[in-house]
């Protein structure tokens, strides 16, 4: 059974930066991503994700530049560096991965079968 356990959240003042850790266990998953839900909005959104296969990356428009994904598959690890963190960016942050899904999908919710329970990260103006 996979398991995806996301840690590294808290509370920043515009600008600031925080990292965000998932850690996996119980099978490799080829695509990672991070996707994102503020109260009172249905859709989750996609924030960024990384293949394994070839390390690529891809990111939502909202957080290019300022967001960088990576992963250490040796602590079976994916991150989420945050810097100049906007009040727009507080959400819940979810990991999500799937080892069978294809890269083209990786922006939609509906293609990953394992997700985290998610970490509140909180920006004030």
């Known amino acids: 059974q996979v398991q995806l356990v996301e840690s590294g959240g808290g509370s920043v003042q515009a600008g600031g930066s925080l990292r965000l850790s998932c850690a996996a266990s119980?099978?490799?998953?080829?695509?990672v991503a991070w996707f994102r839900q503020t109260p009172g909005e249905e859709e989750r959104q996609f924030v960024a994700?990384?293949?394994?296969?070839?390390?690529?990356?891809v990111y939502a428009d909202s957080v290019k530049g300022r967001f960088t994904i990576s992963r250490d598959d040796a602590k079976s690890t994916v991150y989420l560096q945050m810097n100049n963190l906007e009040p727009d960016d507080t959400a819940v942050y979810l990991c999500?991965?799937?080892?069978?899904?294809?890269?083209?999908?990786?922006?939609?919710?509906?293609?990953?079968?394992?997700w985290g329970r998610g970490t509140q990260v909180t920006v004030s103006s």
């Open positions: 994700a990384i293949r394994r296969k070839s390390d690529s990356a």
């Open positions: 999500v991965g799937d080892s069978t899904t294809r890269w083209i999908y990786a922006f939609s919710r509906g293609a990953y079968d394992y």
């Open positions: 119980g099978r490799t998953l080829s695509i």
